[in-house]
């Protein structure tokens, strides 16, 4: 079992579908944001992370997910609230969306379009992001 020990100063990893043109495109646009709160990120296709949440590929796929140094690990909507609640200018989506009512909807939204992401993407033509370079060492394991 790979240590949790996290390369870099990175305190978690947003992990997505890298398959998926619109998640790796948003996903690109938001990684200067991230890496400013020390939040890496990594494909869920990668063997490291694979390798880490053991879940079948039918299950890992299903929503984007956060993994912590502790070993955390948060998945769909709750991952949107971890991250906004650590971004100062995102507060407000993070306190509005904790509450009742607003929650379910954060989930409900949520659920829709993670099982609507690729024919979103495909209606949209957005493809895949170009594979960008990798953040770090990961876990312990090369990522190269």
């Known amino acids: 079992m790979p240590n949790l020990e996290l390369a870099g100063n990175s305190q978690a990893w947003v992990l997505y ?4 043109g619109f998640c790796s495109r948003w996903i690109e646009f938001w990684r200067t944001t991230l890496a400013k709160r020390n939040i890496g990120i990594a494909g869920l296709q990668e063997r490291w992370v694979v390798e880490r949440l053991g879940l079948a590929e ?3 796929l299903h929503d984007i997910r956060l993994l912590t140094t502790e070993g955390l690990i948060v998945s769909g909507a709750d991952v949107y609230l971890y991250v906004t609640r650590r971004i100062w200018w995102a507060r407000p989506f ?3 969306f904790c ?3 607003f929650n379910q909807l954060l ?3 949520y659920g829709w379009f993670a099982r609507n992401r690729h024919r979103i993407s495909t209606t949209c033509g957005l493809q895949p992001a ?5 953040d770090a060492t990961a876990f312990g394991n090369s990522r190269k």
């Open 99 to 101: 509450l009742p009512g």
């Open 94 to 96: 993070y306190s509005i």
């Open 130 to 134: 170009p594979a960008s370079k990798p």
């Open 58 to 60: 039918q299950e890992l």
């Open 17 to 20: 579908d890298n398959q998926c």
């Open 107 to 109: 989930h409900l939204g």
